[in-house]
């Protein structure tokens, strides 16, 4: 079984600030994670992903994820948030079922960035 | 490489009649999942297609029901809609399951 805990339906921020969107995880495999965005009347756009190795996941449009085991954390985070980050971010654990990955989402963390 | 395609965008329906969503994977994938997303909800997970076959399956009533093509191309089908089928229906596809999913931009069914 596997679950995800995303920490705050809404974040807000000022441009320019630290973005931190929180995901914490249950699974009883070694999980796989993921951070997905989606902006409005969109699907789904993988930001990042954990499968192995090493810990910092960097991903794409300056976003980057940290896996620590021992918190079963795999938060988001990115340095300068910028006008175009404003979306829903979605934090996902997979283990393997059946013959693949089915992914288990968060809830989601609406973030807002403030001019 | 063209992305996941699913058609139609939207979609209005009353209640009891039924309903078929298409979705044309990434060109080489051969899996095929479909999820409901809802407000109050979130995104629940309806089933897994590889290779013509359904591999796995959520937890929904059997009204809810898909089929994949041999070219990978996947259906999913609603029968006798109610209310509560009104949602974004996305579809996402991988090349063999093991690797993180692409997602279409979904189709988004209104119940009247």
């Known amino acids: 079984a596997q679950s995800v805990t995303q920490l705050g339906s809404h974040v807000s921020v000022s441009e320019g600030a630290l973005v931190l969107l929180r995901c914490n995880y249950s699974?009883?495999?070694?999980?796989?994670l993921f951070w997905y965005v989606q902006y409005p009347n969109q699907g789904l756009q993988l930001l990042l992903k954990?499968?192995?190795?090493?810990?910092l996941v960097k991903g794409i449009n300056g976003f980057e994820a940290e896996f620590k085991k021992s918190e079963t954390s795999f938060h988001l985070t990115k340095p300068s948030a910028h006008m175009s980050d404003a979306a829903e971010y979605f934090c996902?654990?997979?283990?393997?079922?059946?013959?693949?990955?089915?992914?288990?989402f968060g809830r989601g963390t609406s973030l807002i960035v403030h001019p | 490489k063209a992305g996941v395609t699913q058609t139609p965008r939207y979609l209005i329906k009353t209640r009891g009649q039924q309903v078929t969503l298409s979705c044309s994977p990434i060109?080489?994938?051969?899996?095929v999942s479909w999820y409901q997303q809802t407000p109050g909800q979130g995104l629940q997970f309806l089933f897994e297609?590889?290779?013509?076959?359904?591999?796995n399956k959520g937890n929904f009533p059997g009204r809810f029901s898909g089929r994949q093509f041999s070219n990978s191309r996947s259906e999913m089908n609603v029968s006798t809609l109610e209310l509560g089928d009104s949602a974004l229906y996305l579809c996402?596809?991988?090349?063999?399951?093991?690797?993180?999913?692409?997602f279409g931009d979904g189709t988004r069914l209104s119940i009247l």
């Open positions: 996402a596809s991988s090349s063999d399951g093991n690797q993180p999913q692409h």
């Open positions: 699974s009883s495999v070694p999980p796989y």
């Open positions: 954990y499968t192995t190795g090493a810990t």
């Open positions: 996902a654990v997979s283990g393997r079922a059946g013959g693949s990955y089915i992914p288990t």
């Open positions: 060109s080489g994938h051969r899996s």
């Open positions: 297609y590889f290779s013509e076959t359904q591999r």
